[in-house]
């Protein structure tokens, strides 16, 4: 393993620990757009504007009326598949630690958990309690996703100075 060698890997785990700063920020960015589109879903009244789950009656195009509800679960849609992008990086990261993995583990059976909870407010009509488990819910995901970014910024932190970032197939 000669120093050129070493130079490459450096600047290759230096890539993916970028990668990885980014995407947890991507991931927690959009949680936390969508809780407050959530917010707003709820406090307007539009939660029933599309009454069946998962999609509206229009089926993926939707309705005028339907279109803040829809936007809500699209936007659903995206932050579950972000936070999966980030768990599956996030175990897949030589550095990250064994906390940082486990928190997001939690995060990606909270995804699950959320999804659930979504369509059983729906089912439901909107019932109080579940509301109000469905956003207590949403803020221990939100806690879990912060929790892997800030690890993740702490671990590229620590990047040596002195290590310049090229191309690892040069």
């Known amino acids: 393993f000669d120093s050129t060698e070493h130079d490459k890997e450096s600047a290759y785990q230096l890539q993916n620990k970028m990668l ?20 707003y879903v709820s406090s307007s009244g539009v939660g029933l504007s599309c009454p069946d789950w998962p999609l509206c009656p229009a089926g993926l195009v939707p309705m005028k009326e339907f279109i803040i509800e829809y936007f809500h679960r699209t936007v659903a849609a995206t932050t579950g598949i972000m936070v999966f992008v980030t768990m599956f990086f996030t175990l897949r990261s030589k550095e990250t630690s064994r906390s940082t993995k486990i928190a ?5 059976a909270l995804v699950v958990g959320q999804i659930t909870l979504g369509a059983f407010v729906i ?21 879990m996703v912060l929790t892997v970014f800030l690890d993740v ?9 002195n290590i310049r970032v090229t191309n690892p197939s040069e």
Not at 20 to 26: A, D, M, R, V
Not at 104 to 108: K, L, R
């Open 153 to 161: 910024k702490e671990i590229s932190k620590k990047i040596s100075p």
């Open 20 to 39: 990885l700063t980014k995407i947890s920020f991507s991931t927690l960015s959009i949680l936390f757009a969508l809780i407050f589109i959530g917010g």
């Open 104 to 108: 997001s583990m939690i995060a990606g």
């Open 123 to 143: 089912v439901e009509k909107l019932h109080a309690i579940l509301v109000t488990m469905h956003l207590g819910m949403g803020l221990i995901l939100f806690v």
